[in-house]
């Protein structure tokens, strides 16, 4: 909402200064966004000097100037006037600068072969004289020191720009913005002054509103005026419809402009020589069509309210108004509307049509209900001063009476809600000066609500309007309440918090990418997921939620690749989405590696990072979350994406269904498909929702502390066994052989291949074995030993190695 | 007598100048082994007189002292010579580069939440989380902003459906809906998360980050909510005093609603937050409409509240000088290792919020 002081100063009798009125607009809810100068076009135009004046190579009446414009390079000009000379001081126009003469347009462009970039003017060309023979000799003693200053004065008014929010449409009209600031002691507002118009005859053109079950219009008040001369608003017009950074287009339309932005009064005026013998308001019917003031056709759907004659549409109510009906210049006789329009009705058929319009923007959000008469009375005035005319009776027909809102307000509420105290006599005096009506009984206000104000319905509407005016600077700072109601965080918060941390100490850096990605590449991992797309997604490489992090993350992998980055550790944590549904969501961690582990390293070989680098992270990162290791079980079964071959699942529990996290090489399909190019690409992903919650805390889960001080003693044992048997269960075999023995069992080698039939391989383990009770002596270790060999040989098909 | 000081003597000077360790030990067997000179000296003790035993024997014992002192020093001064040399022939470069080290970093914007958390925690709130995912009734109509509400406009809302029935929350507002329909007042919450709105442009992500506010109990007013922002601004941007401004606004779900500036200058190039006399806008807040505890099932005449929305990465944004919102989700490696955290920098209250 945009306006000028003096504009506001037709309301208000004011003693505050301009900084005054800015700060207390803010203070009471009706924020300033911005107080300067509107831009004018002959702000482009600079004091420039000629520096240089020579001859263009390829037209002898040509020159080609150097121009300092005050930046730090000169600007070439190509100038055909005969006065062009070193030293001149005269004024520049550049590119994009519009020529007040010929309204045209300046662009860079080439005359004979040389580009200029803008322009000289001569005076007749910025509208100042006839003289057009050369270009502006400015004089020496004035404008030496202005180069590059601008050449007009913007001497327009400041304008205030507020940004009005959706609660108060009231202050879409300079004087509900006055009456605000009046309340609040800015000043007083000014009363209207009663109008002396004179009324001749009826409005003679039939208004029927028709009583249907979506009319959305419920009041319709019109006025005839005859023979007006429709013209060129005056200036001071002129200047109020520009202030509002809108161009004047004549007097009749900029009335009713300024009426709409003075009163919050939106009105509409018709050729009443092209209405079809009546008005009706009605809903359309699905197909029908008109072409609004915006040059637009605009086909409709059934239930917009419309204004229409006997011929058809000849607007949309409320919103806009048609070409068939638009006053020009020799409109003689004009019908002017003043309705009002249901909010929800404007909004739906201004958002199934996508129009936005002043008018609609103010229906849309509540006109005052009561302001018709006063709408066409302001407005007919005007007009009747500027361009003369007859007016008619008021005609005001209503399908619905206005009800008036009535609160009874306990003023006790008030210090309830803001926690401090305001006399009731101040209380009465701020809501008497917004418009209510007040009165008493006993401790209770009975408060009937202006009409103005559709956003006032209850009590707590009353104590934000009177904590408002009274200045949000009159509520105490209390000092924080620290009680707490439980705990900060529960188990799966920590969880998540936990894991983020622990892997990123791993080397991976976190990062945030959007919950939604490219459905192109989301199919590549959605596995049995159902896609969820997005009807209006930002860009159509943004068009589904992901259904796994990994599409973002290998987008962005490639993306550093492509930077030059070889060694790349990333992860996310966050949503992965199961189905469309509220919930349907996991939290998720996803990590790339890429590269090589000791690329370049003086001293230790360089590999590329494998399955084992990722497993490692994986299965420490859990451990430090807090899982046990030994109840860890890997499986080897893992999403499509994955390596087939070279990847894996992790398990709380043998019986678990859902893998807390798989890891492994990305599917070499994957990698060729999205053109990713790097030495090695391995990735995990963690799932926090399938991790089981321990039911102990860690002060009862720690046990009691037992050691052995009995010898320990290593055995090394080597397999000869099928290729396929997975070590995990060899290991488990030999733990089983005596859980309270065996205290470890740790692969080091596995080899294939020389000494090794096909199809099989050596596993050499190392079994740390030792009692809790005694030193065990050759006899037992040689028994748990054979026990181990017999156990394995049996389970497992295996041989020992001799 | 005076032949075993001369042999002392001598063995004396020939320690002296010897440097080889066998030949140091060759020395010693000569003095002290079977029929070492030393040794022999001893044996002769028991042929001679009391009176002079009893001399001898001293002087022999000074001297053997004195040559098995001289022995063993020069053994330990051979050695010590020898580890030193070999010492200094395994010297190596400690200028050279260590192994590897992969430093891994916090995303500033989970950071944020860390920090935001932390303090929240000091006075009290706990963290409540809700779907990204919601349905129109708890994103808007719950919240008091019905369908035919111009206030929607102010959401650009991402749909999953044709029917506007799901949607992905514009705001982290639902997350109070939901807290307060599954719980029974008091509450007192905050939850963080990602957010959405469908703008694109230098300032505006179609995802973002805010924290909601909620306390809900018997007599919270609004010298609460003022309090209460007034302590976490403080901390967060670990300064003492702040300048602060609370302006009328509105928001469909609280009433009186305000907006809150943070006063701020710019200094050097940089935004130096608490002082100065600029105004920058950093939250929206109020009290919780009666509206929108009816719809979850708080009776309003008993009970009444806050609630306050913040965007974190703008947060974010002003507390570590990052100009650029649209860097924060593009995974831009340089501007991950630039800007992000240690994972051990934890926030919390006894270490302090940031290093």
């Not at chain 1, 059934?302 to 607007?315: A, T, Y």
């Not at chain 1, 104000?453 to 200045?471: A, L, N």
């Not at chain 1, 109840?631 to 999403?639: A, L, R, S, W």
């Not at chain 2, 300048?243 to 190039?269: C, L, Q, W």
């Amino acid at each position: 909402m945009k306006f000028t002081v003096d504009w506001l100063k037709n309301h208000l009798d004011t003693k505050f200064n301009n900084n005054q009125i800015i700060d207390k607009l803010t203070n009471i809810g009706l924020e300033v966004e911005s107080f300067e100068s509107s831009t004018s076009e002959l702000d482009t135009f600079i004091v420039a000097k000629i520096i240089n004046a020579k001859t263009h190579p390829n037209a002898d009446r040509l020159k080609l100037c150097d121009v300092d414009i005050g930046s730090d390079k000169t600007i070439e000009v190509v100038c055909g006037a005969p006065n062009a000379k070193n030293g001149l001081l005269t004024v520049y126009a550049p590119p994009g600068s519009i020529i007040p003469k010929n309204q045209l347009k300046l662009s860079v462009s080439k005359i004979r072969g040389v580009t200029s970039y803008g322009m000289l003017c001569s005076e007749s060309e910025l509208l100042l004289s006839n003289e057009s023979d050369g270009i502006i000799e400015l004089k020496n003693n004035k404008y030496a020191n202005k180069i590059g200053e601008k050449y007009f004065k913007n001497t327009s008014e400041k304008v205030i720009d507020l940004s009005i929010t959706p609660n108060r449409p009231d202050c879409l009209g300079v004087r509900g913005i006055a009456r605000d600031l009046s309340a609040a002691g800015a000043g007083k507002l000014k009363i209207n002054k009663k109008s002396n118009l004179k009324y001749r005859g009826n409005q003679n053109i039939n208004v029927t509103i028709k009583k249907e079950k979506a009319q959305g219009c419920t009041i319709f008040g019109s006025c005839l005026i005859k023979g007006v001369t429709n013209k060129e608003s005056p200036k001071w017009l002129k200047d109020k419809i520009k202030s509002l950074g809108q161009k004047p287009i004549s007097a009749i339309v900029d009335i009713t402009n300024y009426v709409m932005f003075d009163l919050n009064r939106p009105l509409h005026a018709y050729d009443a020589d092209k209405i079809d013998n009546e008005i009706i308001v009605r809903s359309s019917s699905k197909g029908e069509s008109f072409e609004a003031l915006d040059n637009k056709k605009y086909i409709l759907e059934n239930d917009m309210c419309v204004i229409s004659d006997r011929s058809g549409v000849l607007g949309l109510g409320g919103i806009i108004g048609g070409t068939r009906s638009g006053t020009e210049y020799s409109t003689k006789n004009i019908l002017l509307e003043s309705a009002y329009f249901l909010p929800r009705s404007i909004r739906k058929t201004s958002k199934q049509l996508n129009i936005d319009t002043d008018a609609k923007f103010r229906f849309e959000r509540g006109i005052d209900p009561l302001s018709i008469e006063d709408g066409l009375i302001k407005a007919s005035e005007l007009i009747k001063q500027i361009c003369g005319g007859e007016i008619s009776n008021l005609d005001v027909k209503k399908i619905d009476n206005y009800k008036k809102t009535i609160i009874n307000f306990d003023p006790f509420l008030f210090e309830k809600t803001t926690g401090f105290n305001v006399k009731n006599k101040e209380l009465i005096k701020i809501l008497e000066k917004l418009g209510f009506d007040i009165s008493k009984n006993k401790k209770i206000l009975r408060l009937v609500v202006p009409s103005w104000r559709p956003d006032i319905t209850q009590s707590i509407d009353i104590v934000e309007e009177i904590v408002r005016i009274k200045g949000y600077e009159h509520i105490n700072t209390s000092e924080p309440i620290k009680t707490r109601l439980k705990p900060t965080l529960n188990y799966y918060q920590k969880l998540f918090h936990f894991l983020q941390r622990s892997v990123a100490s791993k080397g991976y850096l976190e990062t945030v990418t959007w919950s939604f990605t490219d459905s192109k590449i989301n199919q590549l991992f959605k596995e049995n997921d159902e896609e969820i797309p997005i009807v209006n997604p930002i860009s159509s490489d943004l068009n589904v939620l992901r259904n796994s992090i990994f599409p973002n993350l290998l987008f962005y992998l490639k993306k550093n690749l492509d930077r030059g980055f070889k060694d790349i550790s990333l992860f996310e944590i966050g949503p992965a989405f199961k189905g469309k549904n509220p919930g349907d969501q996991l939290t998720v961690i996803g990590a790339v590696r890429t590269g090589m582990v000791s690329r370049l390293s003086w001293n230790d070989k360089e590999r590329i990072v494998d399955t084992f680098d990722v497993k490692k992270d994986v299965i420490q990162s859990l451990c430090e979350a807090g899982i046990d290791k030994d109840d860890i079980v890997i499986d080897d079964k893992t999403p499509s994406y994955y390596h087939p071959g070279k990847s894996g699942g992790v398990y709380q529990n043998k019986n678990e269904k859902n893998a807390l996290a798989y890891f492994g090489e990305i599917h070499p399909n994957i990698i060729k498909k999205l053109d990713i190019k790097t030495e090695s690409l391995v990735i995990f992903e963690i799932y926090l929702d399938y991790i089981k919650e321990s039911k102990q805390k860690i002060k009862d889960l720690k046990s009691e502390y037992k050691f052995s001080d009995f010898q320990k003693s290593e055995r090394d044992f080597a397999f000869i066994i099928s290729k396929n048997f997975k070590s995990q269960e060899l290991v488990n075999i030999i733990k089983c052989v005596d859980n309270k023995l065996i205290k470890s069992v740790r692969v080091f080698d596995v080899f294939e291949g020389e000494n090794i039939p096909e199809g099989k391989k050596s596993i050499a383990v190392n079994v740390t074995i030792q009692s809790e009770e005694k030193t065990l002596n050759e006899n037992d270790l040689e028994n748990i030993n054979k026990l181990i060999i017999s156990s394995v040989e049996s389970k497992s098909g295996a041989k020992i190695r001799s | 007598m005076s032949d075993i000081k001369k042999i002392k003597d001598d063995y004396i000077d020939k320690l002296n100048t010897e440097n080889n360790i066998e030949k140091v030990n060759n020395i010693k067997s000569e003095l002290f082994g079977k029929n070492g000179i030393i040794s022999n000296e001893f044996k002769k003790l028991g042929l001679i007189s009391v009176d002079e035993r009893k001399k001898l024997a001293s002087d022999l014992n000074n001297i053997k002292d004195e040559l098995q002192n001289k022995i063993s020093t020069k053994i330990q001064e051979i050695e010590t010579k020898e580890i030193n040399l070999k010492l200094e022939k395994e010297k190596i470069d400690v200028t050279l580069p260590e192994r590897n080290i992969e430093i891994g970093k916090i995303h500033p914007v989970s950071q944020v939440i860390d920090e935001i958390s932390s303090i929240f925690s000091e006075i009290g709130f706990s963290v409540e989380e809700g779907p990204d995912v919601e349905n129109e009734y708890n994103n808007f109509t719950a919240l008091n902003t019905p369908d035919n509400h111009p206030a929607r406009d102010m959401h650009d809302t991402f749909y999953l459906d044709n029917n506007k029935e799901l949607l992905l929350r514009t705001h982290t507002s639902p997350v109070q809906v939901r807290t307060m329909l599954k719980g029974k007042p008091p509450f007192k919450i905050i939850a963080p998360g990602r957010t959405y709105r469908s703008d694109s442009d230098q300032t505006h992500a179609p995802m973002f980050h805010q924290v909601e506010g909620l306390h809900i109990d018997k007599n919270i007013n609004m010298g609460h909510l003022k309090g209460c922002l007034n302590y976490f601004i403080k901390e967060f941007f670990e300064v003492d005093k702040i300048k602060m401004r609370f302006r009328p606004s509105h928001f469909p779900f609280t009433e009186p609603s305000a907006e809150v500036d943070i006063g701020y200058e710019i200094k050097n190039g940089k935004i130096v937050i608490g002082e100065g006399n600029k105004w920058l806008e950093i939250l929206g807040c109020g009290m919780v409409h009666p509206n929108v505890l009816k719809n979850v099932n708080v009776n309003p005449s008993k009970y009444q509240g806050y609630a306050f929305g913040i965007g974190i990465d703008r947060l974010g944004m002003l507390k570590y000088g990052i100009n650029d919102l649209r860097a924060f989700f593009e995974t831009d490696y340089r501007w991950l290792s630039h800007f992000g955290f240690d994972p051990l920098d934890v926030p919390s209250n006894y270490r302090g919020l940031s290093r």
